[in-house]
T-cell receptor, first 113, second 110 residues
Framework: DSGVTQTPKHLITATGQRVTLRCSPR?????VYWYQQSLDQGLQFLIQ???????AKGNILERFSAQQFPDLHSELNLSSLELGDSALYFC????????????FGPGTRLTVL | TQLLEQSPQFLSIQEGENLTVYCNSS?????LQWYRQEPGEGPVLLVT?????EVKKLKRLTFQFGDARKDSSLHITAAQPGDTGLYLC??????????FGSGTKLNVKP
């Protein structure tokens, strides 16, 4: 158990819908990262937050957005869902913004029908 | 985009054999991590290498960072069924972004 929690574990929805994925980092970690893992593209970095502020941005679509709240939990919002958005979404946390070591949560499996 | 290529993509070996997994890029990374991921779970960090030429050992696993900090290797000695999993390398590049390789799926048969 990494100490990072993600909810829900599974999510099934339809195209065009909007969903919110939630992540709670390890106690004491200020930085949160979001990743997308699909079968044909491996693990893709989406976005990083540090202490409530956006720190780094990866290949995140405009239909996706994220935020980190004062209690340091983070939410990833996915809207206008497409079939290709079906994937595992992982959250990871680290102590500092530039720290090397990330600890991953168990992931949320999103299926878009 | 700073790409990392892993090879081989798949590896199926017998218990007791040795193996090496490679992670290559044309880009320089400030650090590189190796993770192991099991089905239905998140990646678990194995090691972080920071200095060019650095070698780290973790029991039967040996990790090396290339001199130019563009590539890395993971060597497993006397593989065991418990080593089965997806091995991912990840490089920390510009602007604090992490780039993951596509992974090497290892199966160690008893």
């Amino acid at each position: 158990d990494s100490g990072v929690t993600q909810t829900p574990k599974h999510l099934i929805t339809a195209t065009g819908q909007r969903v919110t994925l939630r992540c709670s980092p390890r106690s004491g970690d200020l930085s949160v990262y979001w990743y997308q893992q699909s079968l044909d593209q491996g693990l893709q970095f989406l976005i990083q937050y540090y202490n409530g502020e956006e720190r780094a941005k990866g290949n995140i679509l405009e239909r996706f957005s994220a935020q980190q709240f004062p209690d340091l939990h983070s939410e990833l919002n996915l809207s206008s869902l497409e079939l290709g958005d079906s994937a595992l979404y992982f959250c990871a946390s680290s102590v500092q913004a530039t720290y090397n070591e990330q600890f991953f949560g168990p992931g949320t499996r999103l299926t878009v029908l | 985009t700073q790409l990392l290529e892993q090879s081989p993509q798949f590896l199926s070996i017998q218990e007791g054999e040795n193996l090496t997994v490679y992670c290559n890029s044309s880009s320089v990374f400030s650090s590189l991590q190796w993770y192991r991921q099991e089905p239905g779970e998140g990646p678990v960090l194995l090691v972080t290498v920071v200095t060019g030429g650095e070698v780290k050992k973790l029991k039967r696993l040996t990790f090396q960072f290339g001199d130019a900090r563009k590539d890395s290797s993971l060597h497993i000695t006397a593989a065991q069924p418990g080593d089965t999993g997806l091995y991912l390398c990840a490089g920390k590049g510009n602007f604090n972004k992490f780039y993951f390789g596509s992974g090497t799926k290892l199966n160690v048969k008893p």
